[in-house]
């Protein structure tokens, strides 16, 4: 398995890059647009993505690099003393913690509440006003822990 380590190195530092890039898009324009919109089509807009965005390449790029982080860690361990294995170990923390937790645990339960509520609705512009601050919030949490780990995964290459 350290004879991989270079190429899982390599792959975990593309994914997150890729996951980082998609992220930053929404925490610096595609969710200001959004809130431009009216509420019902601000929500609309936002559940649609939130459908096609279950893309085997987007949950390859998202998960597969946490399930390659999960390796990277495993690696460090088995060879703790090699060049960089800090690095690659913080890379892969983050990244896990940023990324795929995040998701799961924020960002997917406020997607589900907000694919719960009548958009037309008094309570759809509050489930939308919360959506816009806290899904931002943490996709801003995602988009930095997506990038510094890319760093981390570059000083673990070096």
Known sequence: MIKLLPTLTFIAAIGAGVVG????????????????????????????????????????????????????????????????????LAGAVIYLVGNPIVTMIFNVPLNDALAAVDPASGNGAAVWANHLSQWVMWNHVRTVTAIVAMACFWFAAR
């Open 21 to 88: 890039g998609v992220f930053f898009a929404f925490s610096n324009f595609v969710m200001a647009a959004l809130a431009r919109l009216p509420v019902p089509s601000g929500i609309a807009a936002m559940n649609s993505i939130n459908v096609t965005v279950i893309t085997p390449t987007f949950m390859t790029a998202l998960f597969g690099t946490g399930l390659i982080c999960l390796v990277l860690i495993a690696a460090v361990f088995m060879g703790w003393s090699q060049s960089g294995s800090y690095w690659l």
